[in-house]
């Protein structure tokens, strides 16, 4: 399968605590992308690398939410001390090119975060 | 700041039924505008796309064209069958936004035979 992978496809958290998402994009893919998907809504932008390179942070909704993708390729997001509103599906997302407007994102499945 | 507006769903239609999703848009400068499709139990897909205006985008029987002067997008499909049947996202991507996709709410399309 050469297409998105992300793992878990579903985690269960008790508020406070600490979670770590993960998505292999697909191989010589440069752009990365994170998006959270609310129950009943379109995706909303996290966070995008350019390779290893945080390049846009913006829609990061608190400093609890951390990324990162050391290496260029695997890539992880973590939430800090979860709280019921970090409730979502999170959707990582992939492209072949470096930040250009019509390039395709190939999306994966998506892990399903449901907050306690 | 860039906005995409879709049209509320759910539609519901009979197989074989002419099929219309518009989709407005929001943003300055020159967008990509994208359809993506969520079957059930499936991640997202990208159905088609236009990158100028004036483009038409096309696959499996659906079409949209890339309307700047009513920056519209709408989507349609001359005859539906009951496997087109999913939540179908406009989105757009602009310049200087590192080609980050903005999302309409989405359309949850119900064929029925």
């Known amino acids: 399968g050469a297409g998105v992978s992300q793992s878990p496809r579903y985690k269960v958290a008790k508020r406070g605590q600490d979670v770590a998402l993960r998505c292999d994009p697909i191989s010589g893919h440069v752009s990365l992308f994170w998006y959270q998907q609310a129950l009943g809504q379109g995706p909303e932008f996290l966070t995008y690398?350019?390779?290893?390179?945080?390049?846009?942070k913006s829609g990061l909704p608190s400093d609890r939410f951390f990324a990162e993708r050391p290496e260029g390729s695997v890539s992880t997001l973590k939430i800090q001390r979860t709280q019921q509103e970090d409730s979502a599906v999170y959707l990582c997302?992939?492209?072949?090119?470096?930040?250009?407007?019509?390039?395709?994102?190939?999306f994966g499945p998506g892990t399903r975060l449901t907050v306690l | 700041g860039d906005s995409v507006t879709q049209m509320e769903g759910p539609v519901t239609l009979s197989e074989e039924a002419f099929l219309t999703i518009n989709c407005t848009y929001t943003?300055?400068?020159?967008?990509?505008l994208f359809w993506y499709v969520q079957y059930p139990g499936e991640g997202l897909q990208l159905l088609l796309k236009a990158t100028k205006a004036d483009d038409k985008g096309s696959n499996k029987g659906f079409e949209a064209t890339y309307r700047k002067e009513t920056t519209s997008f709408h989507l349609e499909k001359g005859s539906v069958q009951v496997s087109d049947s999913a939540v179908y996202f406009c989105?757009?991507?602009?310049?200087?936004?590192?080609?980050?996709?903005?999302f309409g709410t989405g359309t949850r399309l119900q064929v029925t035979l």
């Open positions: 943003a300055t400068g020159y967008p990509s």
């Open positions: 989105a757009l991507s602009n310049t200087g936004t590192a080609s980050k996709l903005t």
């Open positions: 690398f350019q390779n290893e390179a945080q390049l846009d």
């Open positions: 997302a992939s492209s072949l090119l470096q930040g250009i407007r019509g390039d395709t994102q190939y």
